[in-house]
Nanobody, 120 residues
Framework: QVQLVESGGGLVQAGDSLRLSCAAS????????MGWFRQAPGKEREFVAA????????YYSDSVKGRFTISRDNAKNTVYLQMNSLKPEDTAVYYC?????????????WGQGTQVTVSS
């Protein structure tokens, strides 16, 4: 089992920055892919970014590429999502997830989510 706890959400203005954290426990993550997803009201959950724990390869959705950065801290077993130049359309509940699927099609573990609200 992997337990994931997100933190760092909040209310900011357009153009501001936030950093989300996802603390993982229960297993070593060396064989996992960690992802960030988000779900806005009335919309389906969408992929935001992912990082391969071993090696550090990163992937981003087109909507956040160039503004968001995913990273990890091996010593703290924590994944981060640095969000810059935030826009009102970034408003959503952000979820951290983990998968042992090398194709990252299905994520096995999910956090409880953290709210990000960007005002215009």
């Amino acid at each position: 089992q992997v337990q994931l706890v997100e933190s760092g959400g909040g209310l900011v203005q357009a153009g501001d920055s936030l950093r989300l954290s996802c603390a993982a426990s229960g297993r070593t993550l060396s064989s996992y892919i960690m992802g960030w997803f988000r779900q806005a009201p009335g919309k389906e959950r969408e992929f935001v970014a992912a990082i391969v724990w071993s090696g550090g390869s990163t992937y981003y959705s087109d909507s956040v590429k160039g503004r968001f950065t995913i990273s990890r801290d091996n010593a703290k077993n924590t994944v981060y999502l640095q969000m810059n130049s935030l826009k009102p359309e970034d408003t959503a509940v952000y979820y951290c997830a983990a998968t042992s699927d090398p194709d990252a099609v299905d994520y096995d573990y999910w956090g409880q989510g953290t709210q990000v609200t960007v005002s215009s």
